[in-house]
Each structure stands twice: as structure tokens, then as C-alpha cells.
């Protein structure tokens, strides 16, 4: 008797789950044909970290004191700077960033003294060679604030431009 | 015999004979983009939609693909096998088609051992499934060739019982006479659990999942057909699913009433699109079953066949034997 | 016969090799089976091949500059491990922690072991041959990744705990999200169990397959879910609470026979257990600050050592810090439960079927660059 109960019940549990997956055939599809369209990011994305744009001196508030060179794990960041003035900080000159090797912790955005560095919202990297990972911050902040210009109409910076803070 | 068509037999025989090839080779095609399709909506996901509208151009562009591939023969392997097995499994199931009642008077040969002739062509996969295996020279290809040629002996058996019961009912072996009997109704109604039997048997016959050990990546062994390459690869493949369209018109044609309406309503619908429908629908079906169940073990594969598929299919033949004798 | 085996080498037994690359072991696993026809006569798991040198790298780094390398190690439990290498730095120093980052912590875990079940859900029925549920987990894996994407950053490997709390607050939208996703699987229960759990062909699969026992869990130190189905109730959260597991109210699911199919029973049990908890967090989750601000840039802890186990998805996971003084660890050893587990195998698998195999090692779910860190 158990024999025809199993080979019941087990039919039975063959046609229930066949009736799951067919209703899922008329529900709407999940997935998103990507190059044609695209999803939005969350807000809180990690792209690789680029300095920010401050209002007041229309640049960066970089003060090469080496926090972020020294804080992260892998060596990533490579910053070089000059003394400006006689008195006051330096101005980074050469802000360098490998990120073939970074693992978005984001230890140096949080020990930045100035909260000069921001997650970029970067995501569609190519590169064909090792030296393409390779990123240089002040070259990019600078076509952004050249971007920015062309789009206001207007000069950034109006504070006393020497970066002091 | 029914009267030639078009007056001159062999006019006939050639015609039919080119139209067997286009219409199976069509729907191939069409049959492999189908199954990408339901297979992607199934999983939430659009399937192929980048080659042609929605993908339609798919098939013929892998088609192409892989008769541009390089044909490998394993070091020691035997070559006239190796080379034959393809062949073998392709062209035997073609001989199917001469056969199926397509509609009231579109059959290209009716025989009146039409059944017999269907299932004795199909019986051919099995010789050259083992003859890959073991042409292929791979220990592994060699096993996986064995346990398709068990499980295809082990299915054969109730998948003729349970046609026994239907020819048992209607005296004749010949197609056309089965569709003809199922005028007022189907005989999925009067025999439900031949029909069952022979749709679970024809599943295992043409090795598709929850029984597709032998060709799927199953665990170690990884099938028959591992060594082929390029077009051998793609006539296992197009056999696969031409026979798939075989075992369903057949099914059609015993259990669901070939071109017959629905208890005679045919709703001015000519038999032929009846007839393609329902077997379209009966391979949307199987397609469905591979796409929601995992795969079954091999003895518990043998197991099931042996311990409840025969018996069963064993005594609904007796059953039916004994309701015929006594009305 | 007998002079047949006399004067030629005839073994009946071959050796099979399930190699290093193979599309149903979780990574770079290699089993060496010795066969007698069908049936396995030994079973000689090899590790190794996927060294990466984590705990040289926690000997060259401070205490801050390990949390990338913590989630790598069992990419699947990101989340987990990274909270665990906090709690024991945490416990090493002595830093408080605000009542509100321990109820963020404590969610964002167990999101992170609904994730990784799900994972093992949809992996385990891939082997067996069934491909859609595999789409169906990801779909709902998709829910949770984007949650957790909306407050760190990342997907898969976060470094979102840090010590004394959390990176960034959570608002509104992840509450409202958490909740929107806990309400939908409520529905997927149902589906699930349709689709794979009462399916007979499943059930004939996993149903007295790789039994183990208790008295041989005990020998290896099998943890974590395959434990619990031999039915041994062990779950750190439960007998050495730590963060505000002591105030949530959950049940600790356990089996009886030790096979594969109370294995999956407990996976799926756990994670409508962990849906539980989720609920009770948010119902509590307190105002406050998410980091405390005392904690120095530039730790310099104690000497000593300290061990912090927590309950990873995979069973009782641990950091064992040594420290001598100075901003980094002395030794860092961390204990993963995937290699008490997979060693066991050595032992269940002798006599079960080659196709079994596949079945058994799935349900042990094990990450294996976990084991060979």
C-alpha cells in the first residue's frame, strides 16, 4: 500500500513544483539588458577615491601630510607636494593612485585631515595595460573643474586660493 | 493504401522526402531557440535577444559556428565509429517522419505497420550512442555511452506496453487508423495512464532531464558524446531534438487524437494545425519538466523503471485486455 | 581465477581524481578517491591551492589595515567576519561600543547569512541537476546585496564595521528596504518548499546520504549547521552570546539523523530564524551615535592575547590575537569552521556511491580559500 502512497504523494510534488516555475513564466523578468540600459548606483557607491572640489578655493584641500600614504594597506596612494608659501602648509604637486592593487576599504577618505578625498562613482574602468589602472587625481580634478566652469559659466574659487583651510 | 496526392508515386516519395528534410531541419532550429527561450522566461530572464529580433537568428548563427569548428580525433580512437556514430543517431529518426499523420490525408507513406516502423528506426540512438562511446577511446565517454544504453533498454520496455495498450484497442498498427479511431474522443481520456507512462518513458528515451545523466555534466562522467567536436557535436545535438519532436507527434498521434478536434469539434481549424499545436504544446511540456527538476540517480533511475514503470504498464495492458474480452 | 590474479597486476580498485578544477566543488578543492567499480573504498581530501597568506599579512599590518583582508577570507560571509574581527579587537582593547552600531551590526550579519544560504541553496540543487532554483536564490541574493550596497558601498567583500562601530549611519531607506525584503521572503518560503524541498526526486537524493554521526562531529570539530543536523543544539550566538543576541529571542534549529536532507532542513530553518531576528532589531533599534569617537587613530593595545569566536554561516569561526604592544598583531591565527568540516569527509565518504559524492559535498557546504586562507 505505502508503494502507491509514494508514487502519489511523489507525483503530486512533481506537478506542484512544475506549477512554481510556470507561474514564474508570466511574471515580469528581473534582469536588465546592460548596455542598452542601465541601473542607477546606490548612494553610497565605492568608486576609486578622487579629491573633492571645495567651494571656497574652487580646488582641493590637500596638504601632503602623507595620512592616507601611510594608512593604506596596499600601497596604493603616492603623494608629492611643495611648500607654496614660507608660512603654511604644502600643495600637493603629484597624486597618484595604482588601483590595480586598491581594495576599496576606505581608510584613507576617513584619516584625511581635510576630508579631501571622496569615492569617486566610477564603475566602467577599462584598461588594457597595468599602467592604465593607474590614476592621476590632480589630472582629473582638473578636467572637472574645467567641466564645471564650462557648465556655469563662472570661475570657482573666490576664496584666497592658497589653501589654507 | 491511400491514394498518391499528386498522381505518380515517386513525384511523391521525392517531394515528401525533401519537405521531411527542410521541415526537420526547421524545426531543429526552431525547437533549440524555443528551449533557450522558455528556459530564460522560466529563470526570469529575457534568453537570447541579441543575434536578430528576440534572438531569432541565434540558432543559425551557433549553427554556422560550429560547422566552422575543427573536427578532433582522439589519439588511438577508432576512425570509421568515431565518424559514423553522428551519422547514425541523425539520420535513422528521419525515417520517423515518412510515417506521422500530419493531417486527414497528409501522410507521406501510410503504413499499416507505421507504429512498429517508428519505434524500431528510433531503437537505432542507442547503437550509436554506444558506438561514440566507444569509438571515443575515453574511459569516461565509454561508461557514459553503458549507462545511456541501460537506461535507454531499461525505458523501451514499458514505452511499448503502454503503445500496446492503445494498438490493443484498435486492432491496427497502422497511424492513420489510430487517429481516425479517436474521432469522438481522445484516448488520453479512456487510457490516462498509458498516456502517462508513455510521456515519462519518452522523456528518458531521448535523455533529457530529470533523466539526462548521460549527457549532462553528471558529476564525474561527462557523457557520451565529450570527445566530439563541431558538426559532431551539433548532429548529436540536432537529433536530440528532432527526436524529441518525434516522440511527441507520436504521442500525439496515439493519446491526444493527431488531427482531431476536441471530441469532434474541430472548429473549422484544418487537422494539420491541430496536429502541430498539440505536439508543440506536448514539447513545450517536456521542456518545462528539464527546467524544474533535478537530475535522478542512476540506480534510482533503473529502479524506477524496473519496479514501478513495468508493472504498472504491465498491468494496464492486462487490465485493458480483460475490458475488451468482456465488452 | 586465482592464477589469473597471480600472474597479472590486477587491481580491482583505480584511483580517480576529482581534480582541482571541476564545475561542482566549491573552489580549488581536490578529492583523491580510490574506486571499486561504483562505490568510493577512500577519500583523501587535498587543500592548499588556494593560499593566499592572510595571516603572514595580519603579522605585517595594524590592527585597521587587516578589515580588507577579514572579508576576503570567506567571501560569502563578508559581513560576518569583518563584525568578528572587530568584536576581537574590540575585546582586546577594551573599546565601548554605542547601543545603536551593535543593532546595525547585528542586522547587517544576519542579512549577510541569509545571503550566503541562499548561495549554498541555489548551488546545492545546481549540482543535483535542477538549474532553475539557482536563478530563483539569486533573485532574492539580489534583495539583500543591494540593501547592504546601499549602506557600505559594496556588494560582496564590505569593510563596513570599524572599531567602536559603523562607517556610515543608516536612514530611513534601509529600514524601509530591510522591511520590504523581509515581507517578500515571507511568500518565497511557500515557493521554495514546492519547488525543491517536498520534490521527491530531491528528497531520493539527500535522504539518507552522508550520514554524520554525532560521536564523529565531535572528533573533527564539525560546527555550524552540519552540526546542529546531527542534532547537537551548539550555536555561539546562543551559548556565548555576544553584541544583543542575548536580548533578540530566536530558536536554534537542529536535526536528528546527520544526513544531507537535515542538513538543507537546517540551512532552511536558520534562515527564517535569521529573518526573525532581523524583524526584532529593527523593531528595537535604539537612536544614538553609530561610532564612538574615543578611539584612537593609531591603536597600541595591551599586551596580551584574545580569542573572539562568533557563528559565521559555515559554523564557529574565531580571531585568536596576539599582541605585544604595538599597532599590529604579533600572530593572527583565524579559526574557520570549513576545515573541521571538510576533513570529515574522509570518513563519510568511504562506501556511498560516486554520484553521491557530488550530493554530500554540497550539503557540507564548504568555501574553500576559507580553508586555505
Redesign the interface.
Known amino acids: 500500500m505505502s508503494y502507491f502512497k509514494?508514487?502519489f504523494?511523489?507525483?503530486l510534488?512533481?506537478i506542484?513544483?512544475?506549477?512554481?516555475?510556470?507561474r514564474?513564466?508570466f511574471?515580469p523578468?528581473?534582469?536588465v539588458?546592460y548596455p542598452r540600459k542601465k541601473i542607477p548606483l546606490?548612494?553610497?557607491?565605492?568608486g576609486h577615491i578622487e579629491l573633492k572640489i571645495f567651494e571656497d578655493t574652487g580646488t582641493h584641500k590637500c596638504i601632503v601630510c602623507l595620512s592616507c600614504e601611510k594608512?593604506?594597506?596596499?600601497g596604493v596612494i603616492q603623494v608629492e607636494g611643495v611648500k607654496m608659501k614660507e608660512k603654511g602648509p604644502k600643495t600637493a604637486t603629484n597624486y597618484v593612485i595604482d588601483f590595480s592593487k586598491c581594495?576599496?576599504?576606505?581608510?584613507c577618505v576617513?584619516?584625511c585631515p581635510t576630508q579631501t578625498l571622496q569615492?569617486s562613482r566610477e564603475y566602467e574602468l577599462v584598461g588594457e595595460t597595468r599602467s592604465d589602472c593607474v590614476i592621476d587625481c590632480l589630472a582629473r580634478l582638473a578636467k572637472q573643474v574645467e567641466k564645471k566652469e564650462m557648465e556655469t559659466g563662472r570661475q570657482l574659487g573666490q576664496g584666497d586660493g592658497d589653501g589654507n583651510v | 493504401m491511400s491514394e498518391g496526392l499528386l498522381g505518380s508515386e515517386w513525384f511523391r516519395l521525392i517531394l515528401g522526402l525533401l519537405i521531411v528534410l527542410g521541415f526537420a531541419s526547421l524545426n531543429a532550429l526552431f525547437l533549440v531557440w524555443l528551449e533557450r527561450k522558455?528556459a530564460g522566461?522560466?529563470?526570469?530572464?529575457?534568453g537570447p535577444?541579441e543575434v536578430g529580433p528576440h534572438g531569432l537568428l541565434q540558432t543559425i548563427m551557433d549553427a554556422i559556428k560550429l560547422m566552422g569548428k575543427e573536427l578532433i580525433l582522439p589519439a588511438k580512437a577508432d576512425r570509421k565509429l568515431f565518424f559514423l556514430a553522428p551519422v547514425l543517431v541523425f539520420m535513422p529518426v528521419l525515417v520517423g517522419f515518412l510515417v506521422l499523420p500530419f493531417g486527414p490525408s497528409m501522410i507521406i507513406r501510410d503504413m499499416n505497420l507505421g507504429v512498429l516502423l517508428v519505434f524500431a528506426f528510433s531503437t537505432f540512438t542507442v547503437l550509436a550512442i554506444l558506438a561514440g562511446g566507444w569509438a571515443s577511446n575515453n574511459k569516461y565517454a565509454l561508461l557514459g555511452a553503458i549507462r545511456s544504453v541501460a537506461q535507454n533498454v531499461a525505458y523501451e520496455i514499458p514505452l511499448l506496453l503502454a503503445v500496446m495498450s492503445v494498438v490493443l484497442m484498435v486492432h491496427s498498427l497502422s497511424f492513420s487508423e489510430i487517429v481516425t479511431s479517436q474521432k469522438s474522443v481522445w484516448f488520453v481520456f479512456v487510457q490516462p495512464i498509458a498516456c502517462l507512462i508513455y510521456l515519462i518513458s519518452a522523456t528518458a528515451e531521448t535523455n533529457r532531464a530529470p533523466f539526462d545523466i548521460p549527457e549532462a555534466e553528471s558529476e564525474l562522467v561527462a557523457g557520451f558524446h565529450t570527445e566530439y567536436s563541431g558538426m559532431g557535436f551539433g548532429l548529436f545535438f540536432l537529433a536530440e531534438y528532432t527526436n524529441m519532436f518525434i516522440v511527441c507527434a507520436v504521442a500525439t498521434s496515439l493519446f491526444f487524437g493527431g488531427w482531431n478536434g476536441l471530441f469532434g469539434i474541430s472548429l473549422g481549424i484544418p487537422g494539420v494545425f491541430w496536429f502541430l499545436f498539440k505536439t508543440y504544446a506536448l514539447i513545450f511540456i517536456l521542456m518545462?519538466?528539464r527546467?524544474?527538476?533535478p537530475r535522478v540517480r542512476f540506480d534510482q533511475l533503473m529502479n524506477f523503471s524496473w519496479k514501478?514503470m513495468i508493472p504498472l504498464s504491465l498491468a494496464n495492458l492486462v487490465v485493458t485486455a480483460i475490458v475488451l474480452k468482456l465488452i | 581465477m586465482a592464477e589469473q590474479d597471480n600472474t597479472q597486476e590486477y587491481r580491482r580498485i583505480y584511483t580517480l581524481n576529482l581534480g582541482p578544477q571541476h564545475p561542482s566543488t566549491h573552489g580549488v578543492l581536490r578529492i583523491l578517491l580510490d574506486l571499486d567499480g561504483e562505490y568510493i573504498v577512500k577519500a583523501d581530501p587535498v587543500i592548499g591551492y588556494g593560499h593566499r597568506g592572510h595571516e603572514k599579512m595580519g603579522e605585517n599590518?595594524q590592527y585597521?589595515?587587516?578589515?580588507?583582508?577579514a572579508s576576503?577570507l570567506d567571501y560569502l560571509s563578508g559581513m560576518l567576519f569583518n563584525h568578528g574581527f572587530v568584536l576581537a579587537v574590540e575585546k582586546l582593547v577594551g573599546i565601548e561600543v554605542p547601543e545603536r552600531a551593535k543593532y546595525i551590526r547585528v542586522i547587517a550579519s544576519e542579512l549577510n547569512r541569509i545571503s550566503s544560504h541562499l548561495l549554498w541553496f541555489g548551488t546545492y540543487i545546481m549540482d543535483l541537476g535542477g538549474f532553475?532554483p539557482f536563478l530563483?536564490a539569486f533573485?532574492d541574493r539580489?534583495q539583500i546585496l543591494?540593501i547592504l550596497?546601499?549602506?557600505?558601498?559594496?556588494r560582496l567583500?564590505y569593510?563596513y564595521c570599524?572599531f567602536g562601530g559603523v562607517?556610515?549611519d543608516v536612514d530611513y531607506k534601509f529600514i524601509d528596504m530591510t522591511r520590504a525584503f523581509l515581507k517578500r521572503m515571507e511568500t518565497r518560503w511557500a515557493?521554495y518548499d514546492?519547488?525543491?524541498t517536498?520534490?521527491?526526486?530531491f528528497i531520493h537524493r539527500t535522504r539518507g546520504v552522508g550520514i554524520i554521526d554525532e560521536e564523529l562531529a565531535r572528533q573533527y570539530g564539525v560546527t555550524g549547521p552540519n552540526l546542529r543536523a546531527c542534532g547537537v543544539g551548539f550555536d555561539v550566538r546562543r551559548s556565548e552570546p555576544y553584541e544583543v543576541y542575548d536580548r533578540l529571542d530566536f530558536e536554534v534549529p537542529t536535526g536528528s539523523s546527520g544526513d544531507a536532507l537535515d542538513r538543507y532542513y537546517v540551512r532552511f530553518k536558520e534562515m527564517q530564524q535569521s529573518c526573525r531576528i532581523i524583524d526584532q532589531a529593527l523593531d528595537q533599534l535604539p537612536g544614538g551615535d553609530f561610532l564612538t569617537k574615543k578611539v584612537p587613530?593609531k591603536l597600541a593595545p595591551p599586551k596580551g592575547e584574545v580569542y573572539a569566536a562568533f557563528e559565521s554561516a559555515r559554523g564557529l569561526s574565531a580571531f585568536y590575537l596576539v599582541s605585544d604592544g604595538s599597532p599590529g598583531p604579533y600572530r593572527c591565527h583565524i579559526r574557520v569552521p570549513s576545515f573541521g568540516n571538510l576533513n570529515v569527509l574522509s570518513e563519510v565518504l568511504p562506501g556511498t556511491l560516486v554520484a553521491d559524492a557530488i550530493s554530500i559535498l554540497g550539503s557540507i557546504d564548504v568555501v574553500i580559500p576559507e580553508i586555505d586562507r
Open positions: 509514494e508514487i504523494v511523489g507525483g510534488s512533481l506542484e513544483g512544475m506549477a512554481v516555475t510556470v514564474r513564466l511574471q523578468l528581473v534582469t539588458q546606490s548612494s553610497a557607491y565605492r594608512t593604506c594597506p596596499s581594495s576599496l576599504c576606505g581608510l576617513e584619516i569615492y | 522558455v522566461h522560466i529563470q526570469l530572464r529575457p535577444m518545462w519538466v527546467w524544474t527538476f514501478v | 599590518r585597521k589595515q587587516f578589515l580588507p583582508n576576503r532553475t530563483y533573485d539580489e543591494d550596497d546601499s549602506v557600505s558601498g559594496s567583500t569593510s570599524r562607517t556610515r515557493d514546492d519547488l525543491v517536498k520534490n521527491i526526486i587613530q
